[in-house]
Each structure stands twice: as C-alpha cells, then as structure tokens.
C-alpha cells in the first residue's frame, strides 16, 4: 500500500471492506446501511468509487442494473482473509441467492441470532455456503444448490455434514423441484444403508427445502416445503420444533 493509499483509508474505508468480507457481495444501497454511514448516497459512492480505483472493490450491474460490489484479491488481502474464495463472476447469482437467503433468515425469526457468507477456509470440502448462529448457540449451515451435483459428491457432503459436530443442522435450498426430489433420492439411499443405533441419520440433520422464488428478491421461507425426517413439513415447523 503506497502513502496515498494509506491517505485514504478511514474507519468507513476500512468499514466497507470488512464488512464485504463478511458479506461476500452487496448491492451500494444495502452496504451503505449496513456500515450505517449517515451521510449521502453520493457521498458515500464516491468512497466506494475510490476503493474501485486503488482495486480493492470490483462492482457489477446486476438485477434491474442495481450496482453490487465484492472484493478483489487485493481487498481480501486487507480484510485479513488470507485462506479465500473469491468471487466467481460466472455464478455471480448463486451468490446474491445466499446474501438474500441469509437476510430473510435473520428478519424472518428472532432465533437466528447472527450470520455470515464468509469467505475463508478456502480448500474446506465441507465449507457451508453460509453459518447462522442460533439463540440457543447450535450452528445452522446454509447450501444453495441451483444444480444438481454428481452423485458421489452429494453423498460425500451430505456424510461429511452428518459426522461434523462442529454444525448442528443444515438447510439445503433448491428453486428446481427435479434437483430437490433428486438430493431427496440420494439421502434416502444414505439413511438405508444407516443403522440408527449405531449412527445418526442423514435426514435427522439435514433439511431439503424446495423454494422456487429464491431466485427472487421476493420470497418467504416460513411457508417452504421441506423434507427431513422422512417426511414432507412446512419450515416453520421444523424450526419451531427442532431449531429453538
């Protein structure tokens, strides 16, 4: 970082691109409430517009041209994050599906108490999509799929995740019915093959949910069909029941 570089950072600087790195990508409006910067819109563009320039910040137009902006190399670098996964703009809506996800998680319920899109522990097979801390200090790991995975690989995570204490439940998005029914599938041929005096089962931690509007910015995730312990219920139920 040369001397101009050093000019500029501020605790707002510095505010952006740590709280990029816990978000992974934000649009300019909702980066700017989230910092709680109380100047204005064009104020605090033009901070951003400074980190672009020193490469610390990329931006993309995206979903009616609203301006979303990440971190480079450079910027992850910064922000402490030394093990990462930067973002990959060919599957740039995979992750504005997990930022939206994980704020209506957050508004939806009291119970989850507070969440990240982290981007570290790059080489983690089993690294979650996202983490949400519960009231009660159980872990909720978050995967969107908006495909579907080669077999092996499904049942590799789904093992993986079972056998990890370290999360206590994990809640698995689809928007396509045929990649719901198809993990559904795989994770009943899992728990067949699981003596449950032995061994937990799958399907005791793991929740399939099927939302076809999480490509959306309008969604409700109460009222999703979910499949866990062998049975179709609705969201709010197995949270109610299980995640409280």
């Known amino acids: ?35 709680g910067y109380q100047c204005s819109h064009q104020a605090f563009s033009k901070l951003v517009r400074r980190l672009e320039k020193y490469e610390y910040l990329e931006s993309i137009y995206y979903q009616n041209y609203k301006k979303y902006l990440f971190l480079t190399n450079k910027g992850l670098k910064e ?27 957050l508004q939806e319920d009291e119970i989850f108490l507070d969440g990240s899109l ?10 979650p999509d996202g983490l949400i801390k519960l009231t009660n200090r159980r872990k909720l790991a978050i995967e969107v799929e908006l495909t579907q995975k080669q077999s092996y690989r499904i049942e590799q995570k789904f093992t993986e995740y079972t056998n990890n204490h370290g999360i206590d439940y994990v809640l698995y998005l689809f928007s396509r019915p045929s990649v719901f029914k198809a993990y559904q599938k795989r994770i009943d041929e899992l728990d067949r093959k699981i003596n449950p005096l032995v ?46």
Not at 216 to 222: K, R
């Open 1 to 35: 970082m040369n001397i101009q570089e050093r000019f500029l950072f501020s605790h707002t600087y510095e505010d952006i691109i740590y709280t990029l790195g816990k978000w992974r990508i934000l649009s300019l409006s909702d980066l700017k409430k989230k910092i």
């Open 118 to 127: 982290s981007l570290e522990d790059e080489g983690r097979s089993n690294r």
């Open 79 to 105: 922000a402490g994050l030394k093990k990462t996964y930067p973002i990959n703009k060919e599957v740039i809506q995979h992750d504005l599906i997990c930022v939206n996800v994980l704020h209506k998680l």
């Open 199 to 244: 061994k937990k089962k799958c399907t005791s931690k793991i929740i399939l949910m099927i939302e076809p509007t999480i490509k959306s910015n309008d969604f409700y995730l109460n009222n999703a069909d979910c499949y866990f312990n062998g049975r179709i219920s609705k969201f709010e139920k197995i949270k109610n029941q299980y995640l409280v």
